[in-house]
DNA sequence: GTTAATTTCGCAACACAGTTGCATAAATAT
DNA sequence: ATATTTATGCAACTGTGTTGCGAAATTAAC
């Protein structure tokens, strides 16, 4: 397991408090200098290698992190769906929202990335 | 609608002749060099309005063009499946694929982004 | 406690995808 | 033939993410 440094406390505490999934950038904002770009960056990657978080590729190609809920540490699975608002810009997990597909049994899947774009309910 | 140039029509074709999906990268190399960089990002662009190709934000975030088969000019929709190779790199296109999603009723879809990565069956 | 090994951090520099502004060129319209 | 519209090329820029490397901070060993 890697260190548990003021750094990385304090960004897995912002993810996990946000009800919605945050990018780099937004990340790098709550910080307020505190922390290096690169070093968040590092971070985040941590978070994601020991199962605290999790990353959704939004639509516009950028990365988002969010909290790891439902999913236990010993059985991780990201196969739920995600709504990324084109108004407001949040991005939400569906975490009861797991999509089955039927693909060619030769096929294997290793990651998921399911997204739908559109306006959330604040915004319709 | 929007001139036919010789570059449109190129691009147009290279990717209609492609059974993967095709990164700007990608096109620009079979390009070789008739067509400027900027000029190929503004093609695919009117290419996308038009409703002759459809874009895919790959797993790392880049964008992939498609050409559109099943979808009809007047009846526009992209929510079918994709594949991203984690080795090859192809991505794949299931239109016979139609992910039903059950968002709440307060939720309007705009635009789809289901993919999968993983291993694709010459890979596996 | 002092020293050595490991990990993290900050800074600079880089890679890459994508965008914008503007002048020129080409195609349409009058 | 002239004016208007659209498309192109070039340069410069933005934003996201990565890599290398030395310094700082932790942890382990003695
Ligand atoms: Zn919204
Ligand atoms: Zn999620
Ligand atoms: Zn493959
Ligand atoms: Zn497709």
Redesign the interface.
Known sequence: MSRNTVGKSKILEIIQSSPIALSHATIQEQMKGTCDRVTIYRILERLVKENEIHRI???????NFAACKSCSHSSHHHDH?H?SC?TCGELTC?ED?S?D????S????????????????KC?
């Open positions: 590729v939004n639509v516009n190609g950028v990365v769906l709504f084109t569906f929202q999509v597909l039927k693909l060619p030769n096929f294997i899947i290793q990651e998921y990335q399911l997204t739908v774009a559109g306006l959330c309910g319709s």
